[in-house]
């Protein structure tokens, strides 16, 4: 095999491998766009069924809320009465002992 054969053929291995790593390079990114594309399609079909589900868990979170807000209110409710019994408690222990006479002790 001469030279210039030589020559001409490396041309066309390189030639052949130049295009087939191109193709390869093609492929992968031909398979990462559509891989993203799809996972957009997907996400977006999650969102819209999210979305659908959404004013039930919105009425829910709602009804919660409402009530959580009424037991906390019986609970201060409750908590003020019984603050008010032990108040109404010490008055009357403080009005017994303001009737029983002192006596001051000095050293």
């Known amino acids: 095999m001469s030279i210039s054969e ?10 052949g491998w130049l295009l087939f790593s191109a193709s390869s390079v093609g492929i992968g990114l031909v398979s990462f766009v559509s891989r993203r594309i799809q ?4 996400a977006e079909n999650l969102a819209i069924a ?14 919660s809320t409402v009530v959580q807000t009424a037991n906390e209110e019986s609970n201060e409710a409750a908590r ?8 109404e408690q010490l008055a009357k222990n403080k009005g017994k002992q303001s009737d029983t006479s002192s006596v001051s002790v000095s050293t």
């Open 6 to 15: 030589l020559n001409q053929f490396m041309t066309y291995v390189l030639d």
């Open 39 to 42: 996972e957009d399609i997907a």
């Open 50 to 63: 999210q979305a659908t589900e959404a004013p039930a868990s919105v009425t829910e979170a709602a009804e």
């Open 80 to 87: 003020l009465e019984e603050v008010a019994a032990v108040s």
